[in-house]
């Protein structure tokens, strides 16, 4: 092997440097972007500028799958696997990859790389292609497939009102219609009265969590430490198959992320803002760079932000590398730290020893532009859809068997069935034969669940997460033991193996449903054990939720497997 010149990264490792550890996320992706691996001298030299020892770089290079520490070709064709993608046909595209790809490029097959209203979906380089078929991957490997657009429906739409109808790369235009308008609106009140009307709008968690809002911004706030020693993290690690809505606002409203983050910043009395972007969106971390870097030009990030006398708030971003882990909250701080992703044990929490062990308030995209919108249209407008327990509108993703796969607004309150219906129904008169709601660490419901209404209060009483809004369907033709199958895999390869019910766990459930054939009552009682095992004694919310969607399959005898 050729001696590698380090002179190329000098540069960027001398203005890291000061930073430290937290650079050393920035400086991989720098430097794999240079050199397209991650050489051991390059590695060394990484090692010496921030001050990290060479073996705890290894071990995060190794923790991500893109990140490579062997000679790799620089493009990377990377093909989705997930269940709306294998539905759509992606095995066919895969096979016809294989045949004409260029012999410099490398292929992959990924587990997700959310755009599942776009199946099959695939992603060369930093290019993303949805709706693929043999016949256009001659395109998409020549550049000349078209641009990926977003499709949101619904009505009321509040807080997609701008996605699809403003460019994401114009602060002017993000203004013209109504940008920073909510914000501006927040300045003029007293912080803890933002707090106040945040709780009164009843925002929970959109990612899954579903802890108020409110709340945790008042935790934060309350909790001892100086702005400059308390931090506002926006989670779009968003790496669950089914889920897409947050790459959504990403792409299409990318300053609205900003602005509703400085509005957290100001509730919260923060000076530190982070965005945390998953390695699969490189259109999305893209268009938030640029979007950062008006917002600072134009005096809204920074010292005095928006003209406020001492309020200063800045925002950095951070590319994650292909780790589902990561969108754990705190295995997300350990990664901005420049660690490997792995999960914190809970208690303390984030909001007094969040990000570098001081006060943090983390929340998801959709979270963020929710309160942003309640704030600038009146929490009473906001609170006029909806139900008492489940106020406003939610995001729904809807992918698989629908005629109209895409992003959904709608008021709490509509019923699964009526939102497929929204959809367009099932093609071609099929029937549902099941439906995941709350995505991969989600649930199926049958037929007979379609009448439950999507409200916090209906799936608690129920025993369905809405969990990210994911709502994927299935047609009666589905083999479910192979989605099953899928779902299970996937979790067996994201599982950090921190702890072992999880590692070993996901494992042996993967086994278990690769079988061919029927399984017995032996390989049903054990899924159903080593679900428990891992529901009551993993570490984190990967292996808590791991089995639930087997579980739910079986309880409810939707998996063919379970009639016999």
């Known amino acids: 092997m050729s001696e590698i010149d380090l002179n190329p990264l000098q540069a960027y490792l001398e203005k890291a440097a000061p930073r430290g550890r937290t650079m050393l ?50 493009r990377v064709i990377r093909m989705c696997e997930d269940p709306a993608c294998t539905l759509a046909g992606a095995e066919a595209v895969w096979q016809t990859l294989q045949q004409t790809a260029p012999e410099e490029a490398a292929l992959e097959r990924v587990p997700c790389l959310g755009m599942c209203e776009l199946a099959p979906a695939g992603l060369d380089d930093r290019t993303p292609a949805g709706e693929l078929t043999p016949d256009g991957v001659a395109a998409f490997l020549s550049g000349a497939h078209p641009e990926p657009r977003a499709r ?14 403003v460019d994401p790369a114009s602060l002017d235009d993000y203004r013209e219609h109504s940008g920073y308008r909510g914000l501006r609106k927040a300045l003029e009140m007293p912080p803890e009265r933002v707090i106040e009307l945040a709780e009164e709008s009843g925002i929970l968690g959109r990612g899954g969590a579903m802890f108020p809002l409110g709340r945790k911004w008042r935790f934060t706030r ?40 400085t509005l957290a910043g100001y509730a919260v009395g923060a000076q530190n803002g982070w965005i945390f972007v998953r390695g699969e969106y490189p259109r999305a971390y893209a268009r938030l760079q640029n979007a950062v870097q008006q917002a600072r030009e134009a005096g809204l990030l920074g ?13 950095e ?31 303390p929490f984030p909001t007094t020893h969040g990000l570098f062990g001081q006060p943090t308030a983390i929340n998801n995209v959709e979270t963020l532009v929710a309160v942003l919108t309640a704030l600038d249209m009146g ?92 709502v994927q369907v299935f047609d009666e033709t589905v083999d479910l033991h192979g989605v099953l199958y899928q779902l299970a895999r996937f979790f067996a390869h994201e599982s950090c193996g921190k702890c072992f019910p999880c ?36 570490l984190c919310g990967l292996g808590q939720t791991a089995a639930s969607a087997v579980l739910s399959a079986l309880e409810q005898k939707l998996y063919f497997l379970e009639k016999n």
Request: charged share 20%; proline share 7%.
């Open 317 to 347: 971003l951070r590319l994650g590398a292909g780790a589902y882990i990561c969108g754990e909250e705190t295995a997300l701080f350990e990664a901005i730290e420049g660690k490997r992703g792995f999960p914190r044990i809970k208690p």
């Open 152 to 165: 949101v429906y619904g009505s009321p739409r509040w807080v997609l009102a701008r996605a699809g109808q």
């Open 379 to 470: 929490v009473e407008k906001w609170k006029g859809v909806g139900t008492a327990e489940s106020p406003g509108t939610k995001l729904f993703c809807l992918s698989g068997h629908v005629s109209r796969p895409g992003v959904y607004e709608v008021p709490f309150g509509m019923r699964i069935g009526e939102l497929i219906e929204m959809a367009g129904g099932v093609p071609g008169g099929k029937g549902v034969q099941a439906v995941l709601m709350g995505g991969a660490a989600g649930v199926f419901v049958g037929p007979a669940g379609l009448d439950m209404p999507l409200t916090y209060e209906d799936s608690r009483a129920a025993g369905v997460p809405l969990g990210s809004g994911v």
């Open 222 to 261: 309350a909790a001892p430490g100086s702005p400059a020693e308390k931090h506002i993290v926006v989670n779009a690690d968003e790496s669950e198959p089914g889920t897409f809505k947050d790459r959504v606002l990403l792409e299409e409203d990318p300053f609205s992320v900003i602005e509703a983050a």
């Open 503 to 538: 590692q070993l766990g996901t494992q042996r459930q993967m086994e278990i449903l690769s079988k061919d054939g029927e399984l017995g009552a032996a390989d049903r009682e054990a899924l159903r054990d080593i679900g428990f095992a891992m529901t009551q004694t993993s």
């Open 25 to 74: 996320l920035p400086a991989l992706h720098h430097a794999q972007s240079l050199y397209g691996w991650l050489p051991r001298e390059v590695q060394h030299a990484i090692s010496r500028a921030l001050r990290v020892p060479a073996a705890e770089v290894h071990g995060v290079i190794e923790f991500y799958t893109m990140f490579y520490n062997q000679p790799t070709p620089r």
């Open 303 to 315: 010292q005095n932000a928006l003209g406020k006398p001492g309020f200063d708030f800045d925002i």
